[in-house]
Every structure is written in structure tokens, then in C-alpha cells.
């Protein structure tokens, strides 16, 4: 029935729309808000004029408190995000999409406590089952939507992570290319970015 309804159905919202500059470039910010549950947010940095263009450099990153703002090195996530933001402001025009789905989909609580069984010895798909979750919760039929919303059709996706296409191609966009987000790995992401690599199929060096 979700997925039914996120083909079928609009299911996000624009709220607000404003100016942002920063130090990667000038971009419009949008905040998109799902109508079925309210607290749940996102918001999209629009670089240059967007609308029908074809293979627009699109990065949907899901929100990583951890390792966006505190620096984490226990994954590559900041690196990535700063390395998409880069890329998308020397652009001509481009999309970042910020989704709310810490840790995976399950949340900051949830990631802490899979971050102790990890510090016990297990890796990040294993803490995860652990706690009875699935690998990866996320759905990325809203993000879609917005890509849509925003009148984009044909995109070139910043990621590593295969599913991620499986996951745009089909809600009216088509993904006409990948570019690669390679990161540097340390001691602590180590065991991290092979997990990625060897259990869920990311494209990693």
C-alpha cells in the first residue's frame, strides 16, 4: 500500500522556499515535508535553473548527525557530503537532497545503540539485525517525489550505493548516469566501508 501510494499518490509537500548562500555557491533552499507524517523533513538545495534540464548531478544523502556535523570518522558520510557539495556548486545547476533518515531509517537513538554492539565486535548490517531492524529501512519514493517536484526528469546520481538508482529509476526519473564519491578511509571506518562493499553491494575501491 506505501509503495502504491508514493507511485500514485503526491505525498510531499513544499512548505518554505528562501536564498542560500554558502561557501559551496548560491542555492535556493526548499523544505518539503511528507502530508502523511508531519515530522517528517527534508529539504533540497537547488543550484541554477533546474526544470526539464537533462542529467542534472543530483546527490540524495540521508541525514547523518554523526558524521555531518560532529565529524564522525566511524563513517564516510561527511566526506561524501562535502565532496556532493563541491561538486554540485562548481556545476552549472544541480540538486542535493537532504532526507531525514538517520542511521539508515532508524533513527539517532537506534544508531547509538547499534553503534555499542559495534564497538562489541559486530558490523554495521549485524547491529542492525541485532536490534531487529532490517539493513537499510530507507525508502526513496519521497525523495523521488521531490526530485520531481522540482521539474527534474533526468539525472546523474553522486552515489556509491547501487540500490540507490533501483530506487530513483521508476517515479518518473531517469537515471542517465553515476558518479562515483570516492572517500578516504581511516583506522575507525575501516571495517565500515568493507561491510558497505562486501555486504550491500556499494561500488568502493
Excluded: W
Excluded at 36 to 63: M, N
Excluded at 76 to 103: N, P, T
Excluded at 144 to 152: E, F, R, T, V
Amino acid at each position: 500500500l506505501i509503495k502504491y501510494r508514493s507511485r500514485n499518490e503526491k505525498l510531499v509537500k513544499c512548505t518554505e522556499s528562501a536564498n542560500l548562500p554558502t561557501e559551496y555557491g548560491e542555492f535556493q533552499l526548499h523544505h518539503y515535508q511528507s502530508v502523511v507524517d508531519t515530522s517528517d523533513s527534508h529539504i533540497a538545495l537547488v543550484k541554477g535553473d533546474v526544470k526539464g534540464a537533462a542529467d542534472v548531478p543530483v546527490r540524495v544523502h540521508s541525514q547523518c548527525m554523526t558524521g555531518d556535523i560532529l565529524g564522525s570518522k566511524r563513517c564516510d558520510c561527511g566526506q561524501q557530503l562535502h565532496k556532493a557539495l563541491k561538486l554540485i556548486g562548481r556545476s552549472e545547476k544541480g540538486v542535493f537532497l537532504y532526507m531525514g533518515h538517520e542511521g539508515r531509517g532508524i533513527g539517532l537513538g537506534n544508531k547509538i545503540r547499534a553503534y555499542c554492539l559495534q564497538d562489541g565486535g559486530l558490523d554495521t548490517v549485524e547491529a542492525n539485525h541485532a536490534l531487529g531492524f532490517r539493513t537499510d529501512l530507507r525508502d526513496y519514493g519521497l525523495g523521488a517525489q521531490i526530485l520531481s517536484d522540482l521539474g527534474l526528469s533526468s539525472i546523474k546520481l553522486l552515489t556509491n550505493n547501487p540500490r540507490k538508482i533501483v530506487g530513483l529509476d521508476g517515479y518518473g526519473l531517469k537515471v542517465t548516469g553515476r558518479i562515483p564519491l570516492t572517500t578516504e578511509e581511516n583506522p575507525h571506518n575501516r571495517r565500515y566501508l568493507k561491510t558497505k562493499k562486501d555486504k550491500m553491494g556499494h561500488y568502493l575501491d
